[in-house]
């Protein structure tokens, strides 16, 4: 499912979520067997995201799972959404990226993100003190020394030379405006930043610089899609997600709950509208309901890529979910 004239790429985001009454291991292992599941259905990429000192989340060594996620696949390609360059030495990303690349070639993309992926107190444990993520674009320049082999000193082997693709994925305009100025592809997290979205998307169109690595604009938008047989199943399904994002709205995250009935009795209506809005680029139904919206966001987006986060709580509703997104443009 690569971007043609009439159609974006189709990629999925996976953050490994832990259910309730499940362990890490069970999310982990959904997450690989899924993963097989959209390389059969010919998506474009698999992301897989980076996040630390969640309890709903699994995802906290991305690149270790693209390696899993690479030996249980054939052809799909494999990114990490995103790898937060500023938790870790650039010639270990470097080493790191190499390797996978190395073990299988051309599958990889290396999305890097400036965010920790993490509270305040776990930031602090990863990073030790030595970066608040200020100085990202320095660690991004060291990291491309070693991909490209210009330090005669320090090698990094594997990776130097390895040519995978790099993506800047964000949340802000710090990253948009990055992205644009190095000439690189740019991601933006409207699966949990909406109100963003726009003004992002237009300053990385308006101040894009052409480069090597890409001569013309290369956006991509990620956003929840639960889609179902019926837009009643898929509604059901996606109180879910409202449960978790509520569970952010009120304090520390929580393992995915199953789907309920009725949403009122569980929030207040304040709540219910922060969700909402946290939420807003969600798209849930039928493919015939959920295509026309798509549509409209890859046109006010300029998106080549939606990267769909689809994850109800059971793992047979979330694989039928993904069925169905590999059907919105199959025509």
Partial sequence: MSPTRDAPALSLLDNAPIRRGYTAQDGLANTVTLAAHADRLGFHRYWLAEHHNFQTMASSANIVLAGAVAAA????????????????????VAEQIGTLDALHPGRFALGLGRAPGADAWTAAAIRRGRTDGADFAELLDELLTYLHGTDPRVHAVPGEGSRVPIHFLGSGLYSARLAAHQGMPFGFAGHFAP????????????????????DEPYAMVSAHAVLADTDAEAAHLFTSVQQRFL???RGPMRPVDPPVDDMDPLWSPEEATAVGELLAESYVGTPDTVRPQLEDLVARTGARELILMSEPYDPQARARSYELIASLWAD
Avoid: K, W
């Fill in 73 to 92: 696949t054939e052809r799909i390609g494999i990114g990490t959404a995103s790898l937060n360059l500023s938790n870790y030495s650039p010639l270990v």
């Fill in 195 to 214: 109100a963003r979205l726009q003004e992002a998307m237009d300053l990385y169109h308006s101040t894009f610089q052409p480069s090597q690595a890409q």
């Fill in 247 to 249: 569970h952010a709205v």
